[in-house]
């Protein structure tokens, strides 16, 4: 082993951790994934927690700079992708049941956390803070390494992966093109020691290789039975998620009100997303936290990715991120701890990198005040900008080999880019913003503008009609028990998804180190 001191041992601090999970179980209800997953996740985070704790008591006693906070990349093996395997361009993302199981394992996370007291923002500064991502990952149980590399030669290639024109990668491309990672972490039993066959079998055939004292065992939560797949590629367990998306649809309003609009649907399944060329979102995104992570994944998840392998001169597909500039912010509480605009621009390319693949370029364009419109739009990659557009600076990431460009836009009006340029298709907003969406709605009416398709995510920390508090064991508590243990579950995940709470905690905490 090399010296604590050496480059390497630097490098290998510095890489990110993997947990790999075996399919969710079906129905995938808060109570069931706490079940399956709530023993590895605690297990893997309180030990990355306790290792952060101690490098940074460890550097203090040296008088040197605290080491980063570490990444750990969840990555939840499910059959995310709908539409045939062996026709990448034909593949799409089950949306609705998606979005969903990133809201409840991010509630999972965060619950974890405020249990362990584990700070949970990106890149945060506090010992002990672990930086954990939720990836999907499409894969069925008892797949085979072998079924891969059989649905590449049907396409013609000479390698055991392709990307899809998803941001969801397939089991052989995550193996093949991820990482390298310090550490593999898998729960024990034999779910777990599947996919962790399946994941090295696929990586070692790509050339990628793990030394054996990078992989660790941890205990694992229940097994679930998974049923078969029905034709239609759903589950019995699948019917309430099939349900309520059918009855969004049935209810839905129109794209320039408030709510969820149909979207194109592909794959012959009712959650199956065609995926949009451009989408947007908007927020502060001050100390990245798990609420944010939701947002951004779950927006990314409706890109429809050019296969650039195949057209070099396709355009790539747009991400806006609208970031809230200065001028929004000035009556936030504990404004003295807000991040620069920058920072969290950074922070939001750097989780993104994380979903949608190392970037190719990252560079902040900031507009000279001489400069033109038609300019600034060919510089910035903005789709039917309007001549009187502002020009605001951005900071953009350039993501799958070119095919992805993700813009994160300085945020000066509570509308932002969707009022100025005519080819945004589509906005992902929560409950709290969905009438933004309405609004910004309305602006494009009246340049008589196509409406944009309005999706909303889930809250995180929202109880399932079937759970019962806290992992669904209230056994003789008695109603108000329970709802007792839920009240107090539930203040403590706000804490880790609350901006204003986690400023606020470090604000004190600034204020008793000033004391001391």
Not at 9 to 33: G, H, I, V
Not at 57 to 86: E, I, K, N
């Amino acid at each position: 082993m090399a010296p604590a001191s050496s480059p390497e041992s630097s490098t290998a601090a510095a890489l990110p951790s993997l947990l790999l999970l075996p399919s969710p179980p079906r129905p995938a209800s808060r109570a069931a994934l706490r079940a399956a997953y709530h023993l590895p996740l605690s297990t893997v985070l309180t030990r990355l927690s306790d290792e952060h704790k101690l490098a940074c008591s460890s550097a203090a006693s040296a008088a040197s700079p605290p080491p980063s906070a570490p990444v750990l990349a969840v990555a939840v093996a499910s059959p995310v992708l709908a539409g045939p395997a062996s026709a990448p361009k034909r593949r799409s993302v089950r949306w609705s049941p998606s979005q969903t199981l990133l809201a409840r394992l991010y509630t999972l996370v965060a619950s974890i956390c405020a249990e362990h007291g584990i700070a949970t923002d990106l890149a945060g500064d506090d010992p002990g803070t672990v930086d954990a991502r939720i990836l999907l990952v499409d894969h069925e149980r008892g797949r085979k390494p072998s079924w891969y590399l059989e649905q590449a030669q049907m396409q013609g290639r000479d390698r055991r992966y392709s990307p899809t024109c998803t941001t969801v990668l397939d089991l052989a491309t995550f193996a093949a093109t991820t990482g390298p990672w310090k550490t593999v972490f898998h729960p024990s039993g034999e779910p777990g020691y599947e996919l962790l066959a399946a994941y090295l079998d696929l990586a070692t055939g790509c050339g990628r290789t793990l030394l054996q004292k990078q992989i660790v065992a941890v205990k694992g939560g229940l097994s679930f039975c998974v049923p078969a797949r029905a034709a239609d590629g759903t589950d019995a367990g699948e019917g309430q998620s099939k349900h309520q998306t059918e009855s969004r649809i049935r209810d839905g309003v129109s794209a320039t009100t408030a709510g969820t609009v149909p979207a194109t649907v592909t794959g012959g399944s009712p959650d199956a997303v065609e995926g949009y060329r451009s989408i947007c979102i908007g927020g502060t995104f001050d100390h990245l936290h798990p609420g944010h992570k939701l947002l951004l994944h779950a927006a990314a998840l409706l890109l429809r990715v050019p296969m650039m392998e195949d057209d070099r001169d396709a355009s790539p597909c747009i991400f806006i991120v609208g970031v809230s500039g200065d001028e929004l912010l000035k009556r936030k509480k504990y404004a003295q701890e807000l991040q620069s605009w920058e920072v969290r621009s950074r922070s939001t390319l750097d989780f993104l990198a994380t979903i949608l693949g190392e970037p190719s370029t990252a560079t902040l364009h900031i507009t000279d005040t001489g400069e033109s419109a038609a300019a600034a739009a060919a510089a910035t990659g903005r789709t039917g900008a309007t001549e009187d557009a502002p020009t605001p600076r951005e900071l953009q990431g350039s993501f799958r080999n070119g095919a992805i460009l993700v813009r994160c836009v300085d945020l000066r009006d509570p509308f932002g880019p969707p009022i100025w340029e005519e080819g945004v298709d589509a906005i992902v907003v929560s409950a709290e913003t969905r009438g933004g969406a309405t609004a910004i709605n309305d602006r494009r009416a009246q340049r008589q503008w196509h409406p944009l398709d309005a999706y909303e995510i889930d809250v995180l920390g929202e109880r399932d009609d079937d759970d019962d508090g806290e992992g669904g064991d209230s056994e003789g508590e008695g109603e108000g028990g329970a709802d007792k243990k839920a009240a107090t579950e539930a203040a403590r995940i706000a804490a880790k998804i609350s901006s204003t709470e986690i400023r606020r905690q470090k604000a004190e905490a600034r204020a008793r180190r000033g004391h001391l």
